[in-house]
């Protein structure tokens, strides 16, 4: 089995990546990244090629703010770059959104194209957000209708489309794909780095977390409705950038006892899950957060909504808690209801930690896609 690779980015490409080079299965990795960046973070001789210019151009304009979105022209100069540097393989494995060029090709040459589909279903994705940005009073920034209709087509084009979830796979589903066209895979998690540590003796308050961008999509408005609710030693932790024009909305909402963090590192990152007694994903669209995996790891009590994809890294309270996206009155009920048990988040935080580390590793995660691959393949012939 021999497999190429193709993302405009990173995602969760390097790690798949990765485990098919420890495999002996990959054949190429392309990237917008850098290569001597790229290889951080994958096996000695990983074969890359890359475009870096075309992520240089993604950062300019995401620092800068300079102009229109660059996005429609990195897909389709990402697509024709991979076209043109793809090699022999049994498999193409791109990322949704900057793959036709190349699945013309693939196709023409009779490999089999996997597309790698992080959230819901375009279509869906945006149907959630602009009903989500409408009941806050912000506009929702329609996606590129060139970028959707790229995605339609790779949709049509594809062998297999994998997701990360149930409420991703379902997305599909809905609008008629075959199930056998849809398969989910789980992603993983950096056991070494995320992992439960006794709590320190010198704790100032009790703190719920939250991880991720601080706006609309991640539920944060409910969150701040659910948290009002807690008793006055509790404090929130936003930890994440904040989305552009969510300040005006978060300033509407309760915000006492709510401390914004911003952009944490790595290390800082993995030190605020273990400073926490409750971590909490309310989104109203996703595939699967690996935040969430994150604070499992960390032996951290999690509340999720159905739209993060905890269901299928965790029993609804036996790993976690699960609630209805955009429900503030439930999320409420559910962090009250840990708040109050101490016995309950630590018996949560420990099954979270156990079911993450016999499942949820990176190498899990790969041998569920090397798994998904074969199938496919061997479907295909």
């Given at each position: 089995?021999?497999?190429?690779v193709?993302?405009?980015?990173?995602?969760h490409?390097?790690?798949?990546?990765g485990?098919?080079?420890?495999?002996?299965?990959l054949?190429?990795?392309?990237?917008?990244?850098?290569?001597f960046?790229?290889?951080?973070?994958?096996p000695?001789?990983?074969?890359?090629?890359?475009?870096p210019?075309?992520e240089?151009?993604?950062?300019?304009?995401?620092?800068t703010?300079?102009?229109?979105?660059?996005?429609?022209?990195?897909?389709r100069?990402?697509?024709?770059?991979?076209?043109?540097?793809?090699?022999?393989?049994?498999a193409?494995?791109t990322?949704?959104g900057?793959?036709?060029?190349?699945?013309?090709?693939?196709?023409?040459r009779?490999?089999t194209?996997v597309?790698?589909?992080g959230?819901?279903?375009?279509?869906?994705?945006?149907?959630?957000?602009?009903?989500g940005?409408?009941?806050?009073?912000?506009?929702?920034?329609?996606?590129?209708a060139?970028?959707v209709?790229r995605?339609?087509?790779e949709?049509d084009a594809a062998?297999?489309i994998?997701t990360?979830?149930?409420?991703a796979?379902?997305?599909?589903?809905a609008?008629?794909?075959?199930v056998k066209?849809?398969?989910?895979?789980?992603?993983g998690?950096?056991?070494?780095?995320f992992h439960?540590?006794?709590p320190?003796?010198a704790?100032?308050?009790?703190?719920v977390?939250?991880?991720?961008e601080v706006?609309?999509?991640?539920?944060v408005?409910?969150?701040?409705e659910a948290?009002?609710?807690?008793p006055?030693?509790?404090?929130?932790?936003?930890?994440?950038p904040?989305?552009?024009?969510f300040?005006?909305v978060?300033?509407r909402?309760p915000?006492?006892?709510?401390?914004?963090r911003?952009?944490?590192?790595?290390?800082?990152?993995a030190?605020a899950?273990?400073?926490?007694?409750?971590?909490?994903?309310?989104?109203?669209?996703?595939g699967?957060?690996l935040?969430?995996?994150?604070?499992?790891?960390?032996?951290l009590?999690?509340?999720?909504?159905r739209?993060?994809?905890?269901?299928d890294?965790?029993?609804?309270?036996?790993?976690?808690l699960?609630?209805?996206?955009?429900?503030?009155?439930a999320l409420?009920d559910?962090l009250c209801?840990?708040a109050?048990d101490?016995?309950?988040?630590?018996?949560?935080?420990?099954a979270?930690?156990?079911?993450?580390?016999a499942?949820?590793?990176?190498?899990?995660?790969?041998?569920?896609?090397?798994?998904?691959?074969?199938?496919c393949?061997?479907r295909?012939?």
């Open positions: 089995m021999k497999i190429a193709a993302t405009h980015g990173r995602f490409a390097f790690e798949l990546a485990c098919l080079q420890r495999a002996g299965f054949v190429q990795l392309a990237t917008t990244y850098p290569a960046i790229a290889r951080r973070f994958l000695p001789g990983t074969p890359i090629v890359a475009a210019w075309l240089a151009l993604r950062r300019a304009h995401a620092w703010g300079i102009g229109s979105s660059p996005d429609f022209m990195i897909a100069a990402f697509g024709r770059f991979s076209a043109r540097h793809l090699p022999d393989a049994d193409l494995v990322w949704s900057a793959g036709i060029e190349a699945i013309g090709e693939a196709k023409r009779g490999m194209v597309i790698e589909r959230s819901t279903h375009i279509v869906q994705q945006s149907e959630i957000l602009r009903g940005f409408a009941r806050w009073g912000l506009p929702w920034p329609e996606t590129d060139r970028l209709e995605e339609l087509v949709y062998d297999l994998v990360g979830s149930t409420f796979r379902e997305s599909f589903l609008r008629g794909f075959a066209r849809i398969a989910i895979n789980p992603y998690v950096d056991l070494a780095r439960p540590e006794p320190s003796a704790r100032r308050e009790k703190r977390l939250f991880v991720g706006g609309i999509r991640k539920g408005p409910w969150l701040l948290f009002a609710c807690l006055s030693d509790w404090t929130l932790h936003l930890v994440g904040m989305a552009p024009g300040r005006d978060l300033v909402l915000h006492e006892r709510v401390v914004v911003g952009v944490l590192s790595r290390e800082a990152l030190e899950y273990r400073e926490a007694d409750i971590f909490c994903l309310p989104s109203i669209e996703e699967l957060a935040v969430i995996l994150q604070a499992m790891a960390s032996g009590p999690v509340i999720a909504s739209a993060t994809g905890g269901q890294v965790g029993g609804d309270g036996r790993e976690l699960i609630v209805p996206p955009g429900d503030s009155s409420g559910a209801r840990l109050g101490h016995d309950l988040r630590r018996a949560l935080g420990a979270a930690a156990m079911r993450v580390a499942g949820f590793s990176w190498d899990d995660y790969g041998r569920r896609a090397i798994g998904i691959l074969r199938e393949l061997a295909k012939s």
